[in-house]
T-cell receptor, first 111, second 113 residues
Framework: GIQVEQSPPDLILQEGANSTLRCNFS?????LQWFHQNPWGQLINLFY???GTKQNGRLSATTVATERYSLLYISSSQTTDSGVYFCAVMYSGGGADGLTFGKGTHLIIQP | DGGITQSPKYLFRKEGQNVTLSCEQN?????MYWYRQDPGQGLRLIYYSQIVNDFQKGDIAEGYSVSREKKESFPLTVTSAQKNPTAFYLC????????????FGNGTRLTVT
């Protein structure tokens, strides 16, 4: 099946810093989503971005489908940005059988 | 408000007992999914259903069963055959399209002792 690799696995930053999270995937996709999982386990849908660039406040994301990667940018980090960020993809060559998740990037924003 | 409701939030069971986790959605989505998350790991797909009365095994279906008798409901039964049932279980749904985002419920944390 399709492989999803996220980097870095862990990231510790000071409040106000910027960060870039990366997601590489092994095959063509027709669905790519970025999620933020908060300390209570809730998965927050950040972006649905199988291709192109989107921005939402301090967050933006870019997917270059032809090169099989996506980037999530967080600017002016706040402590509430802490948590685990997941990239998830759906392989375009198979049935609509759900998303395959990466292992996540654990982000800690220190005050 | 439209959304996905999972209940209960926390569930405790003794080893050897079957347990059923509830997932209800009022988004009018055709497709529904069950995922499992272990500590420090990503999510893995257990079962999915694209339409009522039809469902397919995901990557880790052994020891689990599902039903899809109604569009709104997709309950997951964790059977005694599941060797390591303690985990965080998340339900999701999306419209009947490959190209649409999945929406997740808030999860059920199952502990089996």
């Amino acid at each position: 099946g399709i492989q999803v690799e996220q980097s870095p696995p862990d990231l510790i930053l000071q409040e106000g810093a910027n960060s870039t999270l990366r997601c590489n995937f092994s095959d063509s996709v027709n669905n790519l989503q970025w999620f933020h999982q908060n300390p209570w386990g809730q998965l927050i849908n950040l972006f649905y971005i199988p291709s192109g660039t989107k921005q939402n406040g301090r967050l933006s994301a870019t997917t270059v489908a032809t090169e099989r990667y996506s980037l999530l940018y967080i600017s002016s980090s706040q402590t509430t940005d802490s948590g685990v960020y997941f990239c998830a993809v759906m392989y375009s060559g198979g049935g609509a059988d759900g998303l395959t998740f990466g292992k996540g990037t654990h982000l800690i924003i220190q005050p | 408000d439209g959304g996905i409701t999972q209940s209960p939030k926390y569930l405790f069971r003794k080893e050897g007992q079957n347990v059923t986790l509830s997932c209800e959605q009022n988004l009018n989505h055709d497709a529904m999914y069950w995922y499992r998350q272990d500590p420090g790991q990503g999510l893995r797909l257990i079962y999915y259903s694209q339409i009522v009365n039809d469902f397919q095994k995901g990557d880790i279906a052994e020891g689990y069963s599902v039903s899809r008798e109604k569009k709104e409901s997709f309950p997951l039964t964790v059977t005694s055959a599941q060797k390591n049932p303690t985990a965080f279980y998340l339900c999701a749904s999306n419209p009947s399209s490959y190209n649409s985002p999945l929406h997740f419920g808030n999860g059920t944390r199952l502990t089996v002792t």
